[in-house]
């Protein structure tokens, strides 16, 4: 078999609350194959966007091992790892969280200019990453005048431009009607299984949890399935 895309060993979170400690996630384990598409649920609280963060290397374990793609994160400098976050994972929020000011297209432009790349190449990316999710003849037209499911599909092509193997999404559907959540959800199934993208997909709804192949409930810092 060949190595998964994502190896948490022994995970553990913990948050200091006044004289408190919160433990969110503990000696979780989990491996995820390459490609797949993983729904998380739980109740609130229960560490979904802890994980995420973690798996995305936005926060960092308090205990335990991440490998992602060969990678062990604990073993980048900080440099590394924002250079490694920035190439490899991209991050789908509930609320979109698009800058209002600029367009579709400068929003999506946005992660490449943390890289080094010609204008040319850029805005071929740009093109083409919303093409992929139907909105290049939206291209130039700002948040506030586009539909929160179109709102999101240019949050996916942000998340999708610089090609990163590993998609995490947070409720992507949880503020959408059940229309635009099915096209979304249609859009990520198409990621996984066309483009080989691994996608880790937090839910309240079980009916988005059944477009995945695959779903784990994490209950008081534990992974069931
Ligand atoms: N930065 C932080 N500092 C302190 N505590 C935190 C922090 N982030 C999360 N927590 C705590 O960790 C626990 C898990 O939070 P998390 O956001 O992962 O839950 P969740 O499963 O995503 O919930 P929801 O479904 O409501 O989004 C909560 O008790 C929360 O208060
Ligand atoms: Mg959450």
Redesign the pocket.
Known sequence: MSEPMIQCRGLS?S???GNNV????EKLDLDVPRGEFLALM????????????LLSGI?SPTEGSLVIAGKELAKLSRRELTKWRASQVGYIFQLYHLVPVLTAFENVELPLLLSPMSKKERHVRVESALSLVGLHDRMHHTPTELSGGQEQRVAIARALVANPSLLVA??PTGDLDRESATRILDLLKQLSREHGKTIVM?T?DPRAAESADRTLH?EKGLLVS
């Open positions: 979170k948050y200091r609350k919160v433990t969110p996630l739980g109740p609130s609280g229960s560490g979904k966007t802890t994980l995420l963060n926060d947070d409720e937090v309240h994490l």
